[in-house]
């Protein structure tokens, strides 16, 4: 081979430094010349033997050469496999609280003056990087899926603004829990409260900010996937209103409530986030209105009376004027398709959690009707290997019928127009995110449901009606972080986000141990 070295005469460091396609090409030629001249040498001496049945003998043993090289190159692989994902548990687990699935670098452009220079952030492996791929909390899914051919809009906007991108996150499978427990990829460890759950279904992403791992970090949230593992672990979590961030190139789990959201651990850089995503005037105005959830606080399993009094001293001293509202009353009221979703004969103490107990059902409906429209074939075909919990929900998914999905269809309309214009004129929405601390690791049975069921019927307000929503750390309670909401109107993101920025240091002031 004229030109190049021929294998036998590469030196072994030589060797090592080449390329991993450079290094197969090399070890096979070097076994395939190992076969010819083990057939040469294997014809010495015996000359009378025909040439034809040299130069066969020949070929056999260079053809076994070369089995012989993919057979060690198999090995080599999986050794190297399989020690690339001990020493990647090892490293979740001493390195970093179990957050990343992969770990690299992404760089931005060299410029300074970029709005997000020297910031790092992550992503949740439902994002599309080009050359990698999307996971989607799942290895079935990995494996019967190939590379992606390009990288999400949102990502190159980060990238592009100056911030470095370091790797994907752990994420519940098939972003089908809020527990961010996950039985192939391990449960990232919550810095907050490491015996309790860090929260799903971008559970990775929530921890990698909350560990200081990074700066920010990007989710997904469709039924409360950023919401949860910000309240659960101590930091702010952002979702915008529906549709306003692009989902281009990030898998669907219910394409009518999926939201790209985000995470970090101080309202500044939450916001310069969402200057660069969000595209939106800042307004600096201050809101007229907050508006207290009361009946939504009622769910609160901490004392709520201290939550809600600091942050009504602190909206006071901004001016605002104080209104409180019964919430379920009001859905009640303008949500006339909701009824079908209603627990019959309820007593009138029930009225609230009923009430707002459909709205969930509703949108778990619509939600399940979707996941299994986008995914029901690859689950049919497939047939993957998913873990407890999230397979009893994978199958309610396909099973679902099309009953009653144009009363959830009705109902998202019309819980949409009534928030929409219980938040006009610069109003904002104060209620707990979750209703108490994260549960505990591997919590199963009737206080895990008791738990899920009052979180979605707080949960889903946002959903439902496409608000915008941030969650921040209020205080802690038992040793873990208390989260609260505040709430606008669809397409008032920015303003939502400077709110919470400037309202916030104060807030912290008033934060205590309830």
Known sequence: MEGKFSPAQIPRAFYHALEPKEQTKAFRDELVIFGRDLGTRAFDGEKERPEGARRGMTRLLAFLGLGLAGFVLLTRRRRRSNGNRKSQQRGRTSEDFGAFVERFVIPPPPDPSLPLAGLTFAVKDIFD??????GFGNPDWA????ASSCTSPVVLALIQAGATCVGKTV???????????NKHYGTPTNPSAPTRVPGGSSSGSGVAVAAKLVDFSLGTDTGGSVRVPAAFCGIFGFRPSHSTV????????AQSFDTVGWFARNPSI?????????????ADRLPHHILIADDCFKFLSVPCDEVVHSVIQVAETFGCQIDHKNLADYINVNVPSLQVFMEKD???????ISTLHAVSTAMRLLQRYEFRNNHGEWFRSVKPDIGPGILERVQEALAVSEENIKYSVAARSEIRSAISDLLKDDSILVMPTVPGPPPELQTKGIMLDDFRAKAFSLLAISGMSGCCQVTMPLGTYDGCSVGVSFLASPGSDQFLLNTVQKMHSSLAGKATTF
Not at 270 to 282: I, N, T
């Open 270 to 282: 939450l916001s310069q986030v969402g200057q660069v995503l969000l595209q939106q005037s800042g």
């Open 246 to 253: 692009s989902s281009t190139n990030v898998i669907p789990m």
């Open 129 to 134: 990087l080009e050359g990698r791929v999307t």
């Open 171 to 181: 994420m519940d499978e098939f972003a089908y829990s809020i527990n961010g427990e």
């Open 346 to 352: 309820c007593q009138e103490e029930e009225h609230l």
């Open 143 to 146: 494996r019967t899926h190939e």
